[in-house]
């Protein structure tokens, strides 16, 4: 059971801190909800305490964890020779999972395919979210703030870059 002051991850929304837990009647139907406060931004969002599991509310992750991600951002990816819509609906269903290091491999993939060919609308938005998640999952994992995570994430692909 989560409580208030714990560090989660909101699938497709990012990472955000448990500020309280109230309960509110949202169509015609009262239940508890845990309110999470969210670094990007500082959106604040309602999930209903009961479907916190089905839709997949976590933890954020700890030390070793941050390691594995930086280890992805800078892992050489694999080749994918689909076409854009194939590889949108993999990013797509690779972001909705949850799974930070997957969400870290498109984040690695759209920035550097982006430096060989301009990504298109839609991968480009999918970057930016993408992005949003992980940052904000770095930001709580790492006590760092924003600005400084996304400065890291982007010295990581300019160490990346030059290594080739």
Request: glycine share 8%.
């Given at each position: 059971m989560l409580?208030?002051?714990d560090k989660v991850v909101y699938p497709m929304h990012g990472a955000g801190v448990i500020e309280a837990v109230e309960e509110?009647?949202?169509?015609?139907?009262r239940q508890a909800y845990y309110i999470l406060t969210m670094p990007y931004g500082g959106m604040k969002v309602m999930i209903p305490m009961k479907n916190a599991d089905n839709i997949g509310l976590r933890e954020v992750i700890g030390e070793p964890e941050v390691s594995r991600v930086i280890d992805v951002l800078q892992t050489a990816?694999?080749?994918?020779?689909?076409?854009w819509n194939r590889r949108f609906n993999v990013n797509l269903s690779k972001i909705k999972s949850g799974n930070i290091f997957e969400?870290?491999?498109v984040v690695r993939n759209l920035m550097l395919q982006d430096r060989v060919k301009k990504l298109s609308t839609g991968e480009r938005r999918l970057l930016d979210t993408a992005r949003q998640i992980l940052v904000s999952e770095l930001v709580l994992a790492?006590?760092?703030?924003?600005?400084?995570?996304?400065?890291?994430?982007?010295?990581l692909f300019a160490e990346?870059?030059?290594?080739?």
């Open positions: 409580a208030i002051g509110h009647e949202v169509l015609g139907l990816p694999i080749q994918v020779n689909a076409n969400v870290a491999e790492c006590n760092m703030d924003l600005s400084s995570v996304e400065l890291w994430i982007d010295g990346n870059t030059s290594d080739h």
